[in-house]
């Protein structure tokens, strides 16, 4: 059962360069979320999906743009990437939005820019 | 403002003797769930355990258990007979409006 797959799992970016991280689930899950880890806290929303075409922004937004053009791909677009970027992201999803819905995680990526 | 509050950076516990760690949260809403998340050094984060704020009995989960004071907004988790396999970080979490409100965490050390 592959679940969700994020790819890369480790990445180095200098300063101003761009990345994508690629995020891919195959439960036919409608709600798919980016978030990111930084160190001694908890989980931060970046963006979310609801569903293929409807993304909106999370806790943490700024810096990055996401774009869902199918159920199962929600990508990660980092366009200047800053030091303060650096952190483990994690994509996850769920099949709902219901409050008991349960949140399936990728291994995450840890990203360092310098 | 809606938070999460985990006030032990890291636990300890013999291994197969018991260990609580501690979660309180703040909220205004009337209906929310709760979570414990685990997550091994193989940063996968895996859900232990959940709660509904309107049920009154506390979930259980094998060796896992919590204990929901809805009042107090605490929400603690017990686990029994820690195993190696236990060693992680726990992460508390409710879910508000599409997203899940997260703690710092709690790292647990288990001594063989």
């Known amino acids: 059962n592959a679940g969700v797959t994020q790819t890369p799992k480790f990445r180095i970016l200098k300063i101003g360069q761009s990345m994508t991280l690629q995020c891919t689930q195959d439960?036919?899950?409608?709600?798919m979320y980016w978030y990111r880890q930084d160190p001694g806290m908890g989980l931060k929303l970046i963006y979310y999906?609801?569903?293929?075409?409807?993304?909106d922004k999370g806790e943490v937004p700024n810096g990055y743009n996401v774009s869902r053009s199918t159920t199962e791909d929600f990508p990660l677009r980092l366009e200047l990437a800053a030091p303060s970027q650096t952190s483990v992201y994690f994509c996850?999803?769920?099949?709902?939005?219901?409050?008991?819905?349960?949140?399936?995680f990728g291994q995450g990526t840890r990203l360092t820019v310098v | 403002a809606q938070t999460v509050t985990q006030s032990q950076p890291e636990m300890s516990v013999q291994e197969a003797e018991t260990v609580t760690l501690s979660c309180t949260y703040d909220?205004?809403?009337?209906?929310?769930?709760l979570f414990w998340y685990k997550q091994p050094p193989s940063r996968q984060m895996i859900l232990v355990i959940r709660?509904?704020?309107?049920k009154q009995q506390n979930a259980t989960e094998n060796r896992f258990s919590v204990n929901f004071q809805k009042a107090a907004k605490s929400f603690s988790l017990k686990i029994s007979d820690s195993q190696l396999g236990d060693a992680a970080m726990y992460f508390c979490?409710?879910?508000?409006?599409?997203?899940?409100?997260w703690g710092a965490g709690t790292k647990l050390i288990i001594k063989p």
């Open positions: 709660q509904e704020a309107y």
């Open positions: 909220t205004s809403e009337s209906d929310y769930y």
């Open positions: 439960m036919n899950h409608n709600y």
């Open positions: 979490a409710y879910n508000s409006n599409y997203q899940l409100i």
């Open positions: 996850a999803s769920s099949y709902g939005g219901e409050l008991y819905a349960e949140a399936f």
């Open positions: 999906s609801v569903g293929a075409g409807i993304t």
